[in-house]
């Protein structure tokens, strides 16, 4: 008689909070002795035999544990939160929750944004990452973020896979991003990852929840300032839809108010309000397939004059982004991603004056598509990869006119690029302590016809569609190594060379919507970043501490600087023909120390850091400090649970101002105040600091809703944070008395806010 033993099986699944889905990180998954954790995306893989027992557990979850014949390839576990008091718990530390964690990379899920202190009561997953170190922002009224020395224009913002080219919402205050549909949002500062569109700073990944709804659930949130609702619908078993929709109406509420009680001298008639709608389509498909939909969005319109001037000002713009990601699992060790992602960005200004009109229009879409296989073999993880996203980007099309009579009525300048990609990623264990992370990305980047431009005789030239313009073959390689000091400690060593070839121009002292992207083209080159860090790590997760010290320097190269402003661009200029060339370094030291257990919680955050530029055409050819080089900045968050029912939270901001360029003094000549310059950017800003309060009180619930009110307060103490500064030069030339003073703008006060949240089910 033939005997046939029964072989096991690896299966792969994920873990999940029972109540609402959310994927959980780091639970500890045991078989027969064989052990992992989940990943960030509550991600298992482990081989069972068929006399082994499935064994999960969490902190603060019932544990649960499946037979053989129960477990089934790519399922959903999901686990019940624990309501009782614990009275004892033994924790055994795993090294491994910090092999998983990657050098520059911090992770912010749903559950941590709920703790966060909002703008007007708004959760928002980018003004989170604004809090964690080396990440700083330009102040109220900037929209940028600016990671580790870089500018704004050097960080991809990516939702479900699709470029959003520009993230904001009024200036800064707010980002596109709905807080209901952020299930995750990941932070890069080292660079972009290999399977993604090279940046030289960082990106931000937000990520909507992938998990098919198992029930309808509904959500609204009620302020003076916006209403915010989304639904979650179950079609079939297999297959949910969810809507997220935010509408403000601040041109009824915040402006009036700051008018009335004469908040600003220098702008009036502020008129502002967006709106956003997000929709995502979850189905499983066969036994190991996904299918996600992603639809967002949302735009602005910001109107306002300029008192003494008589300007008007009109500034309207709109994201538009989609993707479509089906992954499946190919045996046992493979699964494969196809995914399709579209994005458009549109700006218009227009500017009034007496009988002076003057305007333009810029545009940015992409439409690409990638596949990607993730193999995992032995101790192996490899991840291979191609991608093409067709760019087309008309930077600006201008107008202007004067009584009725058009003055220019500008063609615009479109560039058309392919963009090729092949990406390669391997992590392994080298040694029991010892782990290597290796990534390349390879670009080939052309620039294609229909391309006009101007000899250096003054010749017009024509290239036709489809012939190559320029053309760059790009490498963006990545090493790390991760040295396990101890159970709970790691040092993490990452050096990566970047690679860009889309050029973000700023035409504004802030980052206002104006800015617009461009390809490296001819003379402009890509820009080039080394960069290297150095981190130690500590996962305390018994005591609900964690803490990390990183060092790291970047040299950059090929920057560029529009050599004129905003006003320049209503002439129809060549673009690519008004760019400084130059480069850049910057260095420092993050810090950041975290509380996660007990009634109080929070984390510290603080960077030393140093940013400095040079070109050969502003000031002297000599380095001086970028316009965000804020040499400190320390953020503090504070969270306490008084009760059942009440919670509070405080958030306080402080960091050095940004630098600029401040007159040395002033002549009068033929009747006209001549300025003199002193150093480039050799000034500082006045020193920033916020604090912002909120608390919430859960009401009363019932088994089919749950509700809550919130109040919040922005800006505390009132402090005035300018976010430009200006010159106004008053009295009588003719008589040789004039007065200079200095103006600072600031934006908001002290702004108390109140929201009514409610969630049905």
Known sequence: MALFAQVGKEVEGYIVDATDNQALAGASINAGGKHTVTDYRGYFKILINPSETLKISLLSYKSLELSYTHVKQNAVHRLEPLTQSIQEVSIIADSKRLRDNIAGVQKLQSKDLALTVGFMGQKDPIKAIAHLPGVGNGGEGNAGLFIR??????????????????????????SVFNPDVANEVILYKNGSPAQFPTRLSGMVEVKTDDLVADSLTANADVSLFALNGNAQIPITNN???????????????????????????????????????????NAKIGQSGKLQLSVYHGGDDFNFSLNNFGIKNGMGWSNTAGSAKYSVVLGKNVIAKTIINFSNYKFNYSLNQDEYQ?????????????????IYKNKNQIQLGLQYTRHRFKPNTPFSSSFGELLVQGSGHVYHVNDWAFFATHRRPLTQKLTLDASLR???FQNVGPYNYTKSNGEEAKIPIGKTVSDYVLLSPKLELDYALSEVSALKLAL?????????ISVTAVNFPADFWMPAINDSKPAIALQSSLGYYADLEGNGYSFFAELYYKKMKHLVEFSSGIVNLLDDIGIEDHLLKGKGESYGLELFARKNQGKNTG????????????????????????????????????QRKLNSKWNVSAAFNLSSGNAFTMPAGRYLIGGNIVNEYGPYNGSRMPLFHRLDLATTRQLKQTKRTQSSLAFSIYNLYGRQNPIYTFFLAEGDIDKQRVAVSRKDISLLPFLPSINYRVKFR
Not at 605 to 620: G, K, P, Q, V
Request: glycine fraction near 6%.
């Open 496 to 504: 990566s060379r970047e690679a860009q070839a889309l050029h973000q």
């Open 603 to 638: 984390s510290v955050s603080y960077t030393l850091a140093y940013a400095n530029r040079t070109f050969a055409d502003l000031n002297d050819g000599k380095p001086f400090p970028f316009k965000y080089d804020r040499r400190h900045h320390l953020v503090v968050n504070y």
């Open 442 to 444: 390879l670009n080939y």
């Open 149 to 174: 020395g870089g500018s704004s224009g050097q960080n991809l913002t990516l939702l479900n896979d699709a470029v959003i080219y520009n993230p904001s919402h009024l200036l800064g205050l707010f």
């Open 239 to 281: 297959w949910s839809l969810g809507v997220y929709a935010r509408k403000t109406f601040f041109n009824q509420t915040v402006w009036p108010l700051l008018e009335e009680v004469g908040q600003s001298s220098f702008f009036k008639k502020i008129a502002y309000d967006f709106y956003d709608l997000n929709i995502v389509s």
């Open 358 to 374: 003057a305007g333009l229009t810029s545009e940015t879409e992409d439409l690409g598509l990638q596949q990607i296989f993730q």
